[in-house]
């Protein structure tokens, strides 16, 4: 079993993937955020691909395969002590959540994963774009499936230039455009 | 990097620690024996903790940082004497003699706003490395000048020419502001009297808050008021309240007359009369010339007529007459004139900051020095996660490595609009 703890907008950027509901059952993937995580989320929006994205949320709740849990930062202070303030509580509660349950931390913000870095060699950390590579490799993508894949979320996802799969997310972004 | 609490409780002197906490404890009005209670100890051990003999763990911290709900980061941070706009202003308040009334608390709380934003400035800065310089080349002495007006006069001339400005309008105040005199312009909600402040710290040079309520000329003519204050009085800071709620003191009355001869120049101003005086065949400028001419010169109607006074071109007491004019408002609105305020809730929240410090805060981003989480809870304040993207765009442009590896700089609204018009 996979489990994946990712901040807001990985987590957001992985709910566009259409599959998802599918593959979260043939692979037996576990999703646990944390409330915080939950509530940027469910912001109010008019963008129809995030009101998409709210929707997959919502129906992933109430199938049990999203879990919403609190972290206390009280329970472990001194872990909470060495990554907090050096990145944000959401992201301190993340790495803590990931290690009660021995999942994998989901982040794009490459700062966060530089500070897990340090924090634990032992951490397990992963880009939602990663996941999403990997996720369109397994279900045999065609390059247009995945180019529309990524622009459904261009509008409120974009890798910064030192992103790992940066250059791929490019790529695939412009390869229709291109041809 | 931030320092962790466990460093910055070890750092930090006992007394001044126990000052906080107590200072935390009694602002949220809560009893000894309720924080004792929460730490599981006793009460007489608490007091010890408030006397600075006790030290207390980074849990302890964090439980009584939960229970006043404040950040516990701000309990331990080091203090901060260079960054504290607080102690001037307040000595600034008593002397100034401001009647502001009920709206003092509601200015305190405006002044620490600033000061949160400046100190966040100066982080951006010391993440990329970079040096902030006030850079006020010359503070004019007000001393043994009589004449304040012609003296201001002279000063806003010496500045428009040392910044090679003409008799021309200024487009951009507060980026003239921010980059010829590296003076800190936010822009945010003041109380409704006060139309903006000037403040001072060592480490932070000078910082502006603008009431951003306020239509956008008479932010622009604060500004220029500000400048004034910038020029003669760096280190000291000042409260602009609305009009004749002020004792006329020397510095107001330079800072006054340097605005409206700052923003509208002597020259600059009688050609835009004599040219339009040509244009109409001898007749006096009508009602909707003054508004055009203001508008040009991104005053408002009123501080231009009260330069067309000043310049002996109107009478004082057709000022009132034309403000009240009805026609203004409606020529206004015939000109496209009526000052817009940003209803775009992005627009409104990058309104408030000075634009290097988004510039600063997009490349500490790209350089994964901050993550989004911060941006929108530190940074720019309201801003959703999911508008990063469009922020980020605003200020880069992506580099994209083509398979031959050559290398296009492509502006991501620009591709966006390309996409939409290819599926539409």
């Known amino acids: 079993m996979m489990k994946l703890i990712p901040d807001p907008l990985a987590l957001m950027n992985l709910l566009t993937f259409g599959s998802l509901p599918t593959l979260i059952r043939d692979k037996e993937i576990e999703l646990f955020i944390l409330p915080e995580t939950a509530m940027a989320v469910r912001r109010p929006s008019e963008q129809a691909v995030i009101c998409e994205v709210q929707r997959v949320f919502e129906e992933l709740i109430t199938q049990g395969r999203v879990r919403i849990q609190a972290v206390v930062a009280l329970d472990a202070p001194d872990q909470y002590c ?21 999942g994998s931390v989901v982040t794009d913000s490459m700062k966060v994963f530089a500070k897990a870095r340090e924090y634990s060699s032992e951490l397990s950390i992963i880009t939602s774009l990663e996941l999403l590579k990997q996720w369109f490799e397994e279900e045999h993508c065609s390059d247009e499936e995945i180019t529309a894949s990524l622009r459904r979320t261009v509008s409120f996802f974009q890798p910064i230039g030192c992103h790992p799969f940066k250059h791929w997310w490019l790529t695939r972004l412009f390869v229709e455009s291109e041809r | 990097m931030k320092p962790n609490l466990d460093s910055l409780l070890n750092q930090l002197e006992s007394e001044e620690l126990a000052h906080r906490l107590m200072t935390a404890r009694t602002s949220r009005k809560l009893l000894q024996q309720t924080a004792a209670e929460r730490l599981q100890i006793s009460r007489p051990t608490f007091i010890n903790i408030e006397k600075g003999l006790r030290r207390i763990s980074a849990r302890e911290l964090l439980l009584l940082a939960d229970l006043y709900q404040t950040d516990p980061y701000d309990l331990v941070a080091l203090p901060l004497e260079d960054t504290d706009l607080t102690v001037q202003f307040r000595r600034t308040l008593e002397s100034q003699d401001l009647i502001i009334g009920e709206e003092k608390d509601e200015l305190d709380v405006a002044i620490k706003q600033l000061q949160q934003m400046a100190i966040l400035y100066l982080e951006l800065e010391q993440l990329l490395g970079r040096k902030h310089i006030f850079n006020i080349n010359t503070q004019f002495q007000l001393n043994g000048h009589r004449d304040m007006k012609a003296y201001a006069a002279l000063v806003a001339r010496q500045e428009r020419q040392r910044l090679q400005l003409g008799d021309e309008p200024i487009p951009h105040l507060f980026s003239l502001l921010e980059e010829e005199y590296r003076v800190r312009v936010f822009r945010f909600a003041l109380p409704r009297g006060i139309s903006g402040f000037y403040g001072y710290a060592r480490g932070l040079g000078g910082c502006i808050a603008l009431n951003e309520n306020h239509p956008l000329d008479r932010q622009l003519q604060t500004a220029a008021h500000e400048t004034g204050h910038v020029l003669t009085s760096a280190q000291n800071t000042q409260v602009q309240v609305l009009n004749g709620r002020v004792r006329s003191s020397p510095e107001e009355q330079f800072a006054g007359y340097f605005g409206m001869n700052f ?18 065949n001898g007749e006096a400028p009508s009602i909707t010339d003054l508004v055009a001419m203001a508008h040009q010169y991104s005053v408002s109607f009123e501080a231009f007529l009260r330069r067309l006074v000043d310049l002996d071109f109107l009478p004082s007491g057709d000022v009132k007459r034309l403000i009240s004019h009805k026609v203004v408002k409606k020529t206004k609105g015939d000109l496209g004139l009526l000052t817009s305020v940003p209803t775009d809730p992005v627009e409104k929240i990058l309104a408030r900051y000075p634009e290097r410090y988004k510039q600063y805060l997009v490349e500490a981003y790209e350089k994964a020095l901050v993550e989004p989480q911060e941006i929108v809870a530190k940074y720019l304040v309201g801003l959703e996660l999911t508008d990063i993207s469009r922020v980020v765009a605003q200020y880069t442009r992506i580099q994209h490595m083509r398979d031959d590896g050559s290398v296009v700089s492509i502006n991501f609204e620009g591709y966006q609009e390309r996409l939409n018009w290819k599926f539409n």
């Open chain 2, 263 to 280: 923003t509208l120049p002597e020259g600059g101003v009688r050609r835009l009369i004599y040219d339009c005086v040509e244009r109409n």
């Open chain 1, 82 to 102: 060495q990554l907090y303030p050096s990145m944000s509580s959401l992201s301190a509660c993340s790495i803590l959540l990931a290690e009660q349950y021995q």
